[in-house]
């Protein structure tokens, strides 16, 4: 099965490690820096221009991937 995150972006369900609230998790200080070692090391996929509202951390080949997306983790978790 697969999850749609938006934007012709599909990742496996089975990849899928966490779905993350943006504006509750980005306040703690080690989700802050997960999220800024991905930036720095290009794991960090944007999945929309507009506002994100969650993301979404996969494991795809042995290799982590955070995709950023404008709809509400809540919205993702309904559609698994």
Same mark, same amino acid.
């Given at each position: 099965?697969?999850?749609?995150?938006?934007?012709?972006?599909?990742?496996?369900?089975?990849d899928i490690v966490g779905i993350f609230d943006i504006e509750n998790t980005t306040t703690g200080k080690n989700t802050g820096h997960l999220l800024d070692r991905a930036q720095k090391e290009g794991r960090v996929i944007n999945v929309t221009y507009e506002m994100p $509202?969650?993301? +979404?951390?996969? #494991?795809?080949?042995?290799?982590? $991937?955070?995709? +950023?997306?404008? #709809?509400?983790?809540?919205?993702?978790?309904?559609?698994?």
């Open positions: 099965m697969y999850l749609h995150l938006g934007n012709d972006v599909i990742v496996k369900i089975s $509202k969650s993301f +979404v951390i996969c #494991m795809q080949d042995g290799e982590e $991937k955070v995709y +950023v997306c404008q #709809m509400s983790a809540a919205t993702l978790r309904k559609r698994i």
